[in-house]
């Protein structure tokens, strides 16, 4: 029965008759269900389960097939009948409830509403929210997709089969070259690149092998008193011809690649001035997670915006106003403030591994959101909003060879500890999972 779930609670459960859900009552109605469930299922303290997204961004609570009817003869009942495909969700992925209560307490959350809603709409207080015909499941599979892939590279114990993958694409997954890539432009013109950088994954994992930081000398001078040095390396300073020669052995390899960016829209356009075709790229991890076909897909580069996945994990609190703003929200150790894109490269990897690595989307706002309550974030810094053209490509923006930078004051180094690139970190818009890139 590979490929086959059946879903526990919810609109159109299938296990209602084994667990007895339907004669479940009163505030505490899920408390008995949910531990005479992890009785018979849970391992070493913990009962891990599978969350399918659909396509309007549903979730719910699954197990598969072969694994539903060992519990039902494990408790002399009838197995269960009519079990959903996989095909039928967006992603399957891994979620752990540590205690019973935690389980009755999602299983009131995933009971609908009576009285309101007509026809197919679930009403239950973790659904209620997502339209039938909405696509609002892609962002939200390309979220969970990015923890399976995690746990495929990094886990040795992850058992793939229990999410629909074979295991032709778990080694495709681990086979794929991770690359943090990231450009800075200038504050007064962002089309002007600065400094470029990159870090490049060990085979088959998520930890940095070697970085890369490429800095265009005719421009050391723009935005200099916001400029750090390089911490993972030499910086190599190149004129803007050698810096696209050396973006270009970087995409110029054979092996697929994931590449992790930060604001997939800004990094498109500057290698697409440079002369890069990425038409063919593609956004997420979907071609690696066929659950129809199970075939490894002919994929180049699939690209992974990070700053959508904190734009996910954030929503609805504050809005993630830069690459360092994210990362102090992540509460992550390594943020300095200033700016140097090899180290952000690196950052970028990092942020990425701590989404990553962590509990399912809806799991991991409510427990970050309620860590920022008890140690709440200090506002990020102002940051200074340059005067620049709206279009991109206008010959109107201001040429780096016709600006004097002004000799710093006193005060500089503290200032430039508070604040960072305009044009590029303070840019709101994304198309992560609005467009596909393959179409």
């Not at 995690?150 to 058992?159: A, I, L, P, S, T």
């Not at 490429?214 to 390396?233: E, H, K, W």
């Not at 734009?311 to 993630?320: H, L, N, P, T, Y």
Request: glycine share 8%.
């Amino acid at each position: 029965m590979a490929g086959y779930f059946h879903q526990l609670g919810g609109r159109g459960s299938t296990l209602n008759e084994l667990f007895r859900l339907h004669n479940t009552y009163g505030s505490d109605r899920y408390e008995r269900v949910a531990a005479d469930i992890f009785s018979c299922a849970s391992r070493q303290g913990a009962l891990d389960m599978v969350l399918g997204i659909e396509r309007n961004g549903a979730s719910y609570l699954l197990v598969p097939a072969r694994r539903a009817e060992d519990m039902a003869d494990s408790m002399r009942r009838g197995r269960p009948r009519y079990p959903r495909r996989a095909e039928q969700y967006e992603s399957l992925s891994p979620v752990v409830f540590r205690t019973a209560s935690e389980l009755a307490q999602k299983l009131d959350d995933l009971t609908p509403t009576k009285g309101k809603g007509k026809g197919d709409r679930d009403t239950s207080k973790a659904n209620k929210m997502y339209q039938i015909g909405s696509d609002d499941g892609i962002s939200r599979g390309m979220f969970e997709h990015c923890r399976v892939m995690y746990r495929v590279r990094e886990h040795d114990g992850f058992v793939h089969e229990h999410y629909s993958l074979t295991s032709e694409q778990a080694r495709s997954l681990k086979a794929l070259q991770v690359v943090s890539f990231t450009p800075v432009f200038w504050s007064r013109n962002p089309t002007t690149v600065l400094d470029v950088g990159y870090v490049k994954c060990l085979p088959g994992s998520f930890s940095p092998a070697s970085s890369r930081h490429f800095s265009v000398g005719n421009n050391r001078l723009l935005d200099g008193d916001r400029r750090i040095p390089f911490s993972y390396g030499q910086t190599e300073e190149v004129d803007q011809a050698n810096m696209e020669k050396a973006v270009g052995e970087l995409f110029s390899q054979r092996e697929p690649m994931l590449l992790l960016v930060w604001n997939k829209e800004k990094t498109f356009g500057y290698l697409k001035r440079c002369g890069f075709d990425t038409s063919g790229w593609r956004t997420g991890l979907k071609a690696f997670f066929d659950y129809s076909h199970r075939t490894t897909p002919d994929v180049q580069v699939c690209v992974i915006d990070v700053k959508l996945l904190c734009e996910q994990v954030f929503s609805g609190r504050q809005a993630v106003e830069s690459l360092r703003h994210a990362a102090t929200l992540l509460k992550l150790s390594t943020v300095v403030q200033g700016q140097c894109a090899g180290n952000d490269a690196r950052l970028v990897l990092e942020m990425f591994s701590d989404i990553a690595s962590g509990a399912s989307i809806d799991e991991q706002k409510v427990n970050r959101q309620r860590q920022a309550a008890r140690e709440p974030t200090p506002p990020p810094p102002p940051v200074e909003q340059p005067k620049v053209n709206d279009d991109a490509d206008d010959d109107s923006d201001e040429d780096p060879n016709d600006y004097i930078p002004t000799a710093p004051t006193t005060a500089a180094p503290a200032a430039a500890a508070t604040k960072e690139g305009g044009g590029y970190y303070s840019d709101a818009d994304s198309d992560y999972g609005l467009e596909s890139d393959d179409d």
